[in-house]
């Protein structure tokens, strides 16, 4: 599904506009009952990813999207001038 602004988007696109990639994200969540027509976020952002430039083939764009998924610990308490 394309949303409310994505359509803007292709809109100008269309009229000649370059696009710019700003950032990519990977996320997860259900829609449950909502629509997504009017979503301009995800559900649930988990990381940052990185694409390629956007390539045009017939009437396909197509790119990808890597990210690496990295554990964060947090030690309570830990002094690393004392370690």
Do not use: C
Not at 49 to 68: C, L
């Amino acid at each position: 599904m394309i949303t409310v602004k994505g359509r803007k988007l292709l809109a100008k696109l269309v009229a000649g506009e370059q696009l710019e990639i700003t950032r990519v994200m990977v996320g997860s969540g259900n829609l449950g009952e909502e629509s997504p027509a009017y979503f301009d976020d995800l559900i649930q952002p988990v990381a940052q990813a990185t694409s390629t430039e956007p390539v045009a083939e017939d009437n396909v764009v197509s790119f990808i999207v890597e990210y690496t998924a990295r554990v964060f610990i947090r030690y309570e308490g830990f002094d690393k001038k004392t370690q």
